[in-house]
């Protein structure tokens, strides 16, 4: 799934690896949309960002029907997004999605491998119940049958092991000392000083 990236020229952020797409997977609540804004902040040269919560956020304030109603038009619009995106001519895609959908991992991947992409996967690995904490933190809670699907699809995918290689898998502390570099793979996760 992940394959060393080539890196170019550092901005002062950190080297920024060519052609690459860089998932940032987990259960809803994980702290993925935490994490990707912490360290792209209001964005990084060379760095394009997708994430469902964009969309979402956009519906809910601007539409006046229940979020129940609109969630599939949210999802289609998000995925269109992750696709055109990946396919499209940004030098580095950084994805966060809930990489629980074993339907979906193999069309992003595949996208990207036809867009000569390098691909690396980075895991916050939370408990649900961790997950469902860090939602209410936000203020926003998925159904729970969902939660429970969301969950259940997470252990099953991290139980067949992504080769140990083949993912960053961290829990939420080390989500949080995380730098640009080690998200991007230009740097190895704990290279930085402290």
């Known amino acids: 799934m992940t394959?060393?990236?080539?890196?170019?020229?550092?901005?002062?952020?950190?080297?920024?690896?060519?052609?690459?797409?860089?998932?940032?997977?987990?259960?809803?609540?994980?702290?993925?949309?935490?994490?990707?804004?912490?360290?792209?902040?209001d964005g990084v040269p060379g760095v394009t960002a997708v994430d469902s919560e964009d969309v979402a956020a956009r519906w809910r304030t601007s539409a006046s029907v229940p979020y129940r109603f609109v969630r599939p038009f949210v999802h289609a619009r998000?995925?269109?997004?992750?696709?055109?995106?990946?396919?499209?001519t940004a030098p580095v895609v950084?994805?966060?999605?809930?990489?629980?959908?074993?339907?979906?991992?193999?069309?992003?991947?595949?996208t990207a491998r036809l867009a000569g992409r390098a691909v690396r996967v980075v895991l916050i690995d939370v408990s649900a119940g961790d997950a469902a904490e860090?939602?209410?933190?936000?203020g926003r809670r998925i159904?729970?049958?969902?939660?429970?699907?969301?969950?259940?699809?997470?252990?099953?995918?991290?139980?067949?092991?992504?080769?140990?290689?083949?993912a960053l898998v961290l829990d939420r502390p080390a989500a949080a000392r995380l730098t640009l570099a080690e998200l991007l793979g230009s740097?190895?996760?704990?290279s930085a000083a402290g």
Do not use: C
């Not at 797409?21 to 792209?40: E, H, I, N």
């Not at 860090?134 to 936000?138: A, D, F, L, N, S």
């Not at 740097?187 to 704990?190: D, F, K, L, N």
């Open 78 to 88: 998000h995925r269109f997004r992750v696709l055109r995106a990946t396919a499209g």
């Open 3 to 41: 394959s060393t990236l080539p890196t170019t020229a550092p901005d002062g952020r950190g080297a920024v690896p060519a052609r690459s797409l860089v998932v940032v997977g987990g259960l809803p609540g994980s702290g993925k949309t935490t994490m990707v804004r912490r360290l792209l902040g």
């Open 187 to 190: 740097a190895p996760p704990g």
């Open 94 to 110: 950084v994805l966060a999605d809930p990489w629980t959908s074993r339907w979906w991992r193999p069309v992003v991947l595949g």
């Open 134 to 138: 860090g939602q209410r933190i936000r």
């Open 143 to 166: 159904p729970e049958n969902r939660m429970r699907r969301h969950a259940g699809r997470w252990d099953r995918y991290l139980a067949a092991g992504p080769p140990p290689d083949a």
